[in-house]
T-cell receptor, first 111, second 114 residues
């Protein structure tokens, strides 16, 4: 498995604004997954986008994937205080491929 | 359905001791992965078990070991504990090919070595 690199490392925005974070990776993938981790807790699977998909939505989340640039972005619209968390991307080769995580983007939503 | 259950939630051990952590995956999931999370190193993959066999392994010393039982429950063991082993240990369960569908994580076991 390969590691994704999230950018920025930290992001602080006002409640109600949109938050965008990016992920870059190095080699071809089967899919790319995004996870959220609230402080000191386990990771929560948010969304999985396959290599043949360009955009995917889930509630207030929008994920894009550009395989030519080997990058993905996660957009959270109308942010809420409960969105404060660390967000990790995980590029996956699929199958039995495990996940390798980067340092994540630490998102803080200011009330 | 029940989520991934990790026990215990918190643990304090002394240097040199050994510790066993437990993970019960989601019913029907046969893949169990273990991760170590520390402020300095972030999330690091330890190993993955599928049908009682270690299928993938990270870059950790032999003091870290694991096993999986026929009911898919998994345990990981750390022997001769060091201060640097203090971390949040996360377990993740998945289907036969979890790389295709994603993983479900437990809430973790917070291990403190003193």
């Amino acid at each position: 498995s390969q590691q994704g690199e999230e950018d920025p490392q930290a992001l602080s925005i006002q409640e109600g604004e949109n938050a965008t974070m990016n992920c870059s990776y190095k080699t071809s993938i089967n899919n790319l997954q995004w996870y959220r981790q609230n402080s000191g807790r386990g990771l929560v699977h948010l969304i999985l986008i396959r290599s043949n998909e360009r955009e995917k939505h889930s509630g207030r989340l929008r994920v894009t994937l550009d395989t030519s640039k080997k990058s993905s972005s996660l957009l959270i619209t109308a942010s809420r205080a409960a969105d404060t968390a660390s967000y990790f991307c995980a590029p996956s080769g699929g199958g039995a491929d495990g996940l390798t995580f980067g340092k994540g983007t630490h998102l803080i939503i200011q009330p | 359905k029940a989520g991934v259950t990790q026990t215990p939630r918190y643990l304090i051990k002394t240097r040199g001791q050994q510790v066993t952590l437990s993970c019960s995956p989601i019913s029907g999931h046969r893949s169990v992965s273990w991760y170590q999370q520390t402020p300095g190193q972030g999330l690091q993959f330890l190993f993955e078990y599928f049908s009682e066999t270690q299928r993938n392994k990270g870059n950790f010393p032999g003091r870290f070991s694991g096993r999986q039982f026929s009911n898919s429950r998994s345990e990981m063991n750390v022997s001769t504990l060091e201060l640097g082993d203090s971390a949040l240990y996360l377990c993740a369960s998945g289907t036969t090919f979890p790389g295709n569908y994603g993983y479900t994580f437990g809430s973790g076991t917070r291990l403190t070595v003193v």
